[in-house]
């Protein structure tokens, strides 16, 4: 096949679109489309690759895939061996284990699927996912594995190549339409829906693109479609289906002839190299910028990231020059054969890791204590919540088994009758422990009643989240609450949660959509839904004390703290008081207005975790979360003294 010095430049163009995007997102927020210009290149070059080798006689299967490894798997073996050898040295377990894991899936050719279930893309806490760009090998690797026998097989039943690659594309262009509709990360992450693209470069090999497209200024009209895809579009855009149509269209439009003004521009010394060393460049720069991450404990200024790039390139020309080059030249058949040993190698110790849940021993006992099982506990002991032990005890629990088994606690002294009853979600959960330390120094108990996402007021449901069914959830802690007469009740939730719509710091979690009957999603809904529950314990004459959410941190405080003993950083987990005030500020004006109305108690766990600059989550002898928004046991023993002075009261 002759060789296309353009299509190298081009290749430049797509990994210096991603990479900046990578490294700073607000420089280039479309970047990431050079992923789908790459889908381009890969279908209009294997296609003319299998197509002139079929007419030649030349074409064998296992000749292609020979080719296949020793182009894709040395430099990509490497990367990843590196990268597991940082984890082994500064992840925690679970991050360890999860690196594993999700080398396990580029190895065995499904990181997309991998990341589909367990990430995403634009969410994915960078430092701890440094082989998420290897979704897009899989999906290339993927229509490797099919392509070239629908070709083989097309050809051989003289369909031509125009009809099936044409429907192919258009339905999977479809089915991506479809898709980003009901399952947007399925359409970004899945073969079927990213088909097309490689269909789309495919169709620029035959004889008729030509003809069609004959337009002189095409490639000019190439580089505007990629250019302002690259300005217009960005992590909130559809995408792909229609958002990915410009940067395909785009790429076909520059590769379909070689002879142009922007040919030979592409083809010229600097972008020819940097294309030809893309493939290593784009293996080495993400987790290259991920460990720094990890490393620092932070995200990278713009100095920094660019540092960080600069010695990607180093790598990436060595890799290219040392491991890509040597590999790809004909020689014996050792080297197919020591690449996949290589490769067996490395999945073996993947798994070994994986299967001992990210080697623990492997770290000093104090990081270690912080990741313990026990340690990231949320709430009671599990003996403090066997439901139908209590069950059996008080028959009035009966009815909450009926809905998702959620958590039902003894709390305080254990020869006292309940009295006291605690509602919310897993806010509420992470403070059964000060709960239960509270009641006992006053010698009296309760329960502590919760279930995720679902905040503890009447008549508020999740949208997004049907399974949670908080409605029917709140309704049988009123029924509880209409059979007990508690002398008190304590609600406790994340109430910016809710109240904003939004997660905090780098956390995963998807936004909520809480409703209610007759109003709008988010605050106003959460506001209606406090003045409702408020009222209506008011009317029972319950006196009732409400707990303000506790400062959420920027990032998990265990791991956080783990990183930074293991990378020599100063061990303090912390985040502004101004933007915890300013995180809270709506949330905590309707919750203060609404205790005001109805003679309620406010409780501020912002007292005993706040000074007057900062509010702290750990340090290397106190972890007081055990993520960035769940208190640990020991942070919920430091709220304790503020609920047992409230029900003195």
Known sequence: MTYRADIDGLRAVAVLAVILFHAAPYALPGGFVGVDIFFVIS???????????????????IGFYERRVLRLVPALIVVCAVTLMFGHLFYGPADYERLAKALKSVILIHSNNYYLKTSGYFSAPPETTPL?????????????????????????????????????????FALSCRALIRHPEAAFFLLPYRAWEFLVGSLMTLPMAHRIVTVRIAPLIGIVLIGASFVLLDSTSSFPAWGALAPCLGAALIIRDGKTMVARALASKVPNYIG???????????????????????????????????????????????IEQPFRRKGSVAKPIAALGLTSLLFFAAAGISALHG??????????????????????????????????????????KDYREPQVCRVGAQDQKPTV?????????????????????SSKAGYAISTPGCPPLLGIFRADRPKYDCREFNEAVSRLIETMHPAAVVLAARWPFYFERSTFGNEQNEPPQVQEDHFDIGAPSMAAGIQATFSWLADRHIKTFVVDTVPEMAAPVPQSLARMILTD???????????????????????QEAAKQFGFDLVEPSEVFCSQSICVGGTDHEVLYVDNNHLSTEGAAKVAPLLERAMKQ
């Open 359 to 400: 080697l623990p021993n492997r770290l000093p006992a104090s990081v270690a204590g912080y990741l313990t099982k026990d340690a990231l506990h949320v709430g009671l002991p599990d003996e403090n919540c066997r439901i139908d032990e209590l069950i059996s005890q008080d028959g009035r629990l009966r009815q909450l």
């Open 132 to 172: 998420l760009h290897a979704w897009s090998l899989s999906v290339e690797e993927q229509f490797y594995l099919v392509f070239p026998f629908a070709l083989v097989m097309f050809r051989r039943f003289r369909i031509k190549p125009a009809a099936w690659m044409g429907l192919a594309a258009l339905v999977s």
């Open 276 to 322: 030809r060393i893309s493939y290593s460049l784009y293996l080495w720069h993400w987790p290259i910028l991920c460990c720094a991450e990890y490393w620092l404990a932070r995200r990278l200024g713009f100095g920094e990231a660019m540092g960080a790039l600069l010695l990607s390139f180093a790598l990436a020309s060595l890799s290219y020059h040392l």
């Open 43 to 61: 279908g209009y070059l294997i296609t003319r690759l299998i197509s002139e080798n079929l007419e030649t006689g030349r074409f064998s299967f």
């Open 569 to 591: 950083h100063a061990t303090l987990v912390d985040v502004p008081l101004q933007v915890v005030q300013q995180r809270q500020h709506n949330s905590q004006i309707s919750l």
């Open 421 to 441: 009853l605690l509602w919310g979600d897993s806010h509420a959960q992470a403070l059964g422990p000060a709960m239960d330390l509270a009641l006992k120094q």
